[in-house]
């Protein structure tokens, strides 16, 4: 079986440019406020020592401010609804502008940036802020994802999220306009060919830009449309949560979406160092030849056949198999002690994640329209029974969601989940020859992880590049 060459594709993001390497940043802190539960936007106040950070869609229309530790410093309701804020910036009278822009599945028409007046820090004041005005935002041409906003002068710039390793492409809107609605205008393309998760401007003038497997900075240039051809200093860094950036002076603050703060300082993007893409792994998986019942009892398994290793801790199973309907795992995780999962609060508690998208030649590095991913945990009920947490799906829809079948069980000193993920999620009426799938399961107490492919210390995927890429083979359970 041939490798995919989605590997390729990402390389070609830098090349010949300035080596990329691969390097840890300073991880200054964890977001201590469990409100703040997917940070994906942050800027850096002018005028306050704080941080102004904002969850995108499922949560409340809060405004946050932080400091680099992490401590919560104040938050305050803003007086409209958050579809799904995507990020947050500043101009230069310190007002701020928060970007409901985020549009999974290219399902909105209209994009929309509202700016509100920076609170004060010494006003606890429970009244939700005002907003002064709001820029309703419609596309040129096709509709497209849209998880990045910065302010630079008297316009407003996003950066399209493409996933079909084409350029990016960097458009604008006008601050000062009384037309109720505005056309983003195209400026130029940007040399970035995975999906852009967050950007700002630093106090040079540099474009600072955030994708999910690295952060890029570029050179000063004398006009936007010659950034087509600059060839920015990049950090290579799989952390595809990683969704919230700002700049500062000599460093770059991220922010992820399981809440760590990291600082980028000026050597992460000066000094070179080796760099390789991890290999894909390959996975077979055969067909099943009798039913398997999804009720979290993996005892109808044919296991001899339909075992795929995990890695991480010790002890962790999986199972796997397909029909011609679809994709079916089962998963016995070791824990003496079971941590409850908080409903719709990703990662407060024991979490396994299910990835599921199509392969083949042209597939994009990260998800895409047809991809889903999906996390479900466990909750006791006030009788101190053990049952599956509701599901969370940050990348699909409720009516995808409910084609999905899922069961689970808590044992004494193991858990199993039993999962069936039909074709016809990611698009298909028959089984294909190879699908790209990934699971991860994160123990919070004990501390573990297992996973199919690799791992970060929060027991999610390391990168896109590392879904497992795995091969539907016939044949007899044996």
């Known amino acids: 079986m041939k490798h995919l060459q989605w590997a390729l594709t990402f390389l070609m993001l830098v090349a010949g440019g300035p080596?990329?390497?691969?390097?840890?940043?300073?991880?200054?802190?964890?977001?201590?406020?469990?409100?703040?539960?997917?940070?994906?936007?942050?800027?850096?106040?002018?005028?306050?020592?704080?941080?102004?950070?904002?969850?995108?869609?499922?949560?409340?229309?809060?405004l946050f401010a932080v400091d680099l530790d992490g401590k919560l410093l104040g938050q305050w309701m803003v007086e409209i609804r958050n579809r799904d804020w995507?990020?947050?910036?500043?101009?230069?009278?310190?007002?701020?502008?928060?970007?409901?822009?985020?549009?999974?599945?290219?399902?909105?028409?209209?994009?929309?940036?509202?700016?509100?007046?920076?609170?004060?820090?010494?006003?606890?004041?429970?009244?939700?802020l005002t907003v002064e005005k709001t820029w309703r935002l419609t596309f040129p041409t096709e509709r497209f994802d849209c998880e990045s906003l910065f302010i630079d002068g008297d316009f407003g710039y996003v950066i399209s999220k493409v996933y079909d390793a084409t350029p990016a492409t960097l458009?604008?809107?006008?601050?000062?306009?009384?037309?109720?609605v505005e056309i983003l205008e195209p400026v130029t393309t940007l040399p970035i060919l995975t999906p852009v998760t967050a950007a700002d401007l630093d106090p040079l003038g540099r474009l600072i830009v955030a994708t999910n497997t690295g952060v890029h900075r570029f050179p000063q240039a004398p006009a936007w449309e010659a950034l087509?051809?600059?060839?920015?200093?990049?950090?290579?860094?799989?952390?595809?949560?990683?969704?919230?950036?700002?700049?500062?002076?000599?460093?770059?603050?991220?922010?992820?979406?399981?809440?760590?703060?990291?600082?980028f300082n000026d050597d992460h993007f000066d000094a070179p160092h080796p760099f390789?893409?991890?290999?894909?792994?390959?996975?077979?998986?055969?067909?099943?030849?009798?039913?398997?019942?999804?009720?979290?009892?993996?005892?109808?398994?044919?296991?001899?056949?339909?075992?795929?290793?995990?890695?991480?801790?010790?002890?962790?199973?999986?199972?796997?198999?397909?029909s011609a309907k679809g994709l079916y795992f089962g998963l016995q995780i070791p824990?003496?002690?079971?941590?409850?999962?908080?409903?719709?609060?990703?990662?407060?508690?024991d979490t396994v994640e299910f990835f599921f998208g199509r392969a083949g030649a042209g597939v994009s590095t990260d998800y895409?329209?047809?991809?889903?991913?999906?996390?479900?945990?466990?909750?006791?009920?006030?009788?101190?029974?053990?049952?599956?947490?509701?599901?969370?799906?940050?990348?699909?829809?409720?009516?995808?969601?409910?084609?999905?079948?899922?069961?689970?069980?808590?044992?004494?000193?193991?858990?199993?989940?039993?999962?069936?993920?039909?074709?016809?999620l990611i698009g298909l009426e028959t089984p294909p020859p190879a699908v790209r799938v990934n699971i991860s399961a994160l123990s919070r107490e004990p501390r573990g992880n297992w996973y199919l492919t690799y791992s970060n210390r929060d027991g999610t995927w390391l990168s896109p590049i590392t879904w497992a890429l795995a091969e539907l083979e016939s044949g007899s359970d044996g």
């Open 368 to 424: 895409g329209p047809h991809d889903i991913r999906y996390y479900v945990g466990f909750e006791q009920t006030a009788q101190g029974q053990w049952k599956l947490s509701e599901p969370g799906w940050p990348r699909s829809t409720p009516e995808a969601a409910a084609r999905v079948s899922l069961a689970g069980a808590v044992g004494p000193d193991h858990y199993t989940i039993e999962a069936f993920l039909p074709f016809a």
């Open 86 to 128: 995507e990020d947050i910036a500043i101009d230069d009278d310190g007002r701020l502008y928060i970007g409901d822009i985020g549009n999974n599945g290219n399902r909105r028409g209209e994009l929309q940036v509202h700016r509100i007046a920076e609170p004060l820090l010494s006003n606890a004041s429970t009244d939700p």
């Open 335 to 349: 824990d003496p002690k079971v941590t409850p999962l908080r409903r719709n609060a990703w990662y407060t508690g």
């Open 228 to 263: 087509a051809d600059a060839k920015p200093a990049t950090v290579m860094l799989f952390q595809p949560a990683l969704e919230a950036i700002c700049a500062g002076d000599g460093k770059v603050i991220g922010m992820t979406e399981n809440r760590d703060i990291l600082q």
């Open 19 to 62: 080596e990329p390497f691969a390097a840890e940043p300073i991880r200054t802190g964890q977001l201590a406020s469990a409100a703040i539960r997917e940070c994906s936007g942050v800027v850096e106040s002018r005028r306050q020592n704080c941080y102004w950070v904002l969850s995108d869609s499922g949560n409340p229309p809060t």
């Open 276 to 322: 390789s893409v991890p290999e894909t792994v390959e996975v077979i998986l055969k067909a099943l030849q009798s039913s398997v019942t999804i009720d979290g009892d993996l005892s109808d398994w044919p296991a001899k056949r339909h075992s795929l290793p995990l890695r991480g801790s010790d002890g962790g199973r999986c199972l796997a198999g397909w």
């Open 171 to 180: 458009y604008r809107f006008p601050l000062k306009t009384e037309a109720a």
